[in-house]
């Protein structure tokens, strides 16, 4: 069942979660700090309250070193020769989208008069077809 808030122990595993491998207690640890067996962690980091909880605490924990990784990402993809990297690097700084445009060439040539004429032909034929297939004869005939 999901959850529909988070308490205390929720948050206080989620700032250990959020940490790096490196710096982080194990699972065990955490669950015995929070006072629940290692599988509720488990379980808790399925639901999706907890799940976008946490991603917010990641992005607080490295929103410092944010610039430093921008900053590094045209040097790695020219070191690198990284055609990934370097796309990333020009969508962050605004240089590259996906952004499709269209442009239309009008030299004022278009008859609209005459395209008109040939809609309307080709409804009036449309129309007699189908008369003439359920049965009604065209003067014609």
Not at 61 to 76: A, T, V, W
Not at 95 to 111: A, C, F, P, W, Y
Request: glycine content about 4%; hydrophobic content about 40%; proline content about 4%.
């Amino acid at each position: 069942m999901a959850m529909k808030s988070l308490n205390t122990e929720h948050y206080v595993a989620i700032r250990y979660l959020a940490l790096p491998k490196s710096e982080r207690p194990t699972v065990d640890e955490i669950a015995e700090e929070v006072g629940v067996h290692r599988s509720t962690i488990f379980e808790w980091k399925k639901d999706p309250l907890f799940e976008t909880e946490l991603k917010r605490q990641m992005v607080r924990n490295s929103s410092d070193m944010l610039p430093d990784l921008i900053e590094s990402l045209p040097k790695i993809a020219i070191r690198d020769g990284n055609a990934a990297m370097a796309k990333l690097a020009l969508q962050i700084n605004g240089l590259l989208t996906d952004k499709i445009e269209v442009e239309t060439r009008d030299s004022g040539s278009t008859d609209v008069e005459a395209l008109r004429l040939r809609l309307e032909a080709m409804k009036a034929v449309g129309s007699l077809k189908k008369r003439q297939g359920d049965g009604v004869k065209s003067d014609s005939e």
